[in-house]
């Protein structure tokens, strides 16, 4: 059974810019949810897909979005990056009905100067 | 305020100490309780999951609810220098939302 993978792990972009980030699901796993972690803070809910539809949405502007193919892997988009954005990105995948384990991938660090 | 506290630490205590972390709530809707352990660098896994009011032991870990108090807890005993981490609480609301709310996490360092 593979679990979660990101991608890229690393990246540095400059304000204005647009960022695409990649995760691939745990092997079963229907439903992807992306999380923002800024440093020494706890993961923030930015939205989550199911059946390739969004399915719920945090408190997170529009330059936010996703997809998920499918294969249920996904893909965060954000336009117009903002020094703010910088922030590690969690992508966490689940089976349909699941209420409790989030099997979180390695993350993607962003770094927005 | 938020919808969910956590003292950030740092908590230093010396190998074989009982560890204490604590999360205060403040939304009663919420059901499902969570712990999850951050290593540096790396994404958050689960190690407890509670559902209502109780006390739920795993091992080393032991994790208590009281929904009364809007209070969760979670226990470590013989704590070793492995499980030098940050402890993130999470809870959610229940059915027809996967919205977890995660506390900001106690980074805890077990000293040898």
């Known amino acids: 059974e593979t679990g979660v993978t990101q991608s890229p792990t690393h990246l540095i972009k400059t304000r204005g810019q647009q960022v695409t980030l990649r995760c691939s699901s745990q092997?079963?796993?229907?439903?992807v949810s992306w999380y923002q972690q800024a440093l020494g803070q706890g993961p923030q809910f930015i939205f989550q897909?199911?059946?390739?539809?969004?399915?719920g949405r945090g408190n997170f502007p529009p330059r936010f979005s996703g997809l998920q193919f499918p294969n249920y892997s996904s893909e965060l988009n954000v336009n117009a990056l903002e020094l703010d954005d910088s922030a590690l990105y969690l992508c966490?995948?689940?089976?349909?009905?699941?209420?409790?384990?989030?099997?979180f991938g390695e993350g993607s660090r962003l770094t927005v100067l | 305020q938020k919808e969910v506290e956590q003292d950030p630490g740092p908590l230093s205590v010396p190998e074989g100490a009982i560890v204490s972390l604590n999360c205060t709530y403040s939304?009663?809707?919420?059901?499902?309780f969570m712990w999850y352990r951050q290593y540096s660098r790396k994404g958050p896994e689960l190690l407890m999951y509670?559902?209502?009011?109780g006390n739920k032991e795993d091992g080393r870990f032991t994790a208590q609810v009281d929904k009364s108090s809007k209070y969760i807890s979670l226990f470590i005993r013989d704590s070793q220098p492995s499980d030098s981490a940050t402890y993130l609480c999470?809870?959610?609301?229940?059915?027809?939302?996967?919205?977890?709310?995660f506390g900001t996490g106690t980074r805890l360092k077990v000293l040898a």
């Open positions: 999470a809870m959610l609301r229940g059915s027809g939302t996967y919205k977890y709310i």
């Open positions: 939304n009663s809707a919420f059901q499902y």
């Open positions: 897909y199911y059946r390739e539809e969004e399915n």
């Open positions: 092997s079963g796993h229907n439903t």
């Open positions: 966490a995948s689940h089976t349909e009905g699941n209420t409790g384990e989030l099997f």
């Open positions: 509670t559902y209502s009011s």
